[in-house]
């Protein structure tokens, strides 16, 4: 079974300069989970999808950050524009599910340096 | 405070030793609790995860959890060197609804 995907796997990129990050989740998983992982820090959730509905972005900041996930399978996680603050490991991940017994699988991340 | 405190580490042991990392929670409604392992510049893969109090073994390791003193550990028995990563307490909130919160995890090294 494969497993979650990303690409890029690393991006560099000038501040002010706009950046994408795509993700597919392992089939069948409804649930998608953004994580923003800054160096020597666990990963915090950027924003929840349960099929193609943000079911909670409070953590995502809106103002230059914006998410989809058309159809329900593959997401889009961009930021316009980026900042010097951005740089981090952007980490995807999907789960069956939603409650406390379905496992969250992570994808191995894009890395994001913004100069 | 933070939500989950864990000792940054490193926390360095002998190959062959009992490891042993901690993770306090501040959240008394938390329910689910996880260990993730997280090897340098790879991402974050789950070894165990707990919801009673009690003990929860799984080959060499162990985990603990004590929600009275909202306290989660992790042992790891025969520890190797490939066991060095960081270790990512992570505690669930429930509700229907798995939101994860992560401590900044624990280094780990098993010296040879």
């Known amino acids: 079974e494969a497993g979650v995907v990303q690409s890029p796997r690393y991006k560099i990129i000038e501040k002010k300069q706009p950046v994408a990050f795509w993700c597919n989740p392992i089939s069948g998983h409804n649930t998608l989970y953004w994580y923003l992982q800054n160096l020597g820090q666990g990963p915090e959730l950027l924003i929840r999808?349960?099929?193609?509905?943000?079911?909670?972005d409070s953590q995502l900041p809106k103002d230059r950050f914006s998410a989809e996930r058309l159809k329900g399978v593959d997401s889009t996680l961009k930021i316009q524009p980026a900042e010097l603050g951005d740089s981090a490991v952007y980490l995807c991940a999907s789960s069956a599910g939603t409650s406390g017994h379905n496992e969250q699988f992570f994808g191995p991340g894009t890395r994001l340096t913004v100069l | 405070q933070k939500e989950v405190e864990q000792n940054s580490g490193p926390l360095s042991v002998p190959e062959g030793a009992i490891a042993s990392l901690n993770c306090t929670y501040s959240?008394?409604?938390?329910?689910?609790f996880f260990w993730y392992r997280q090897y340098s510049g790879k991402s974050p893969e789950l070894i165990m995860f707990?919801?009673?109090?009690g003990d929860k073994e799984d080959g060499r390791f162990t985990a603990q959890l004590n929600k009275a003193s909202q306290y989660v550990s992790l042992l790891i028995r025969d520890s190797q060197p490939s066991d060095s990563a960081t270790y990512l307490c992570?505690?669930?909130?429930?509700?229907?609804?798995?939101?994860?919160?992560f401590g900044a995890g624990t280094r780990l090294a098993v010296h040879p």
């Open positions: 999808y349960e099929n193609e509905e943000a079911v909670d």
């Open positions: 992570a505690v669930g909130r429930g509700g229907g609804y798995n939101k994860l919160i």
């Open positions: 707990i919801y009673s109090n």
């Open positions: 959240d008394r409604g938390s329910q689910s």
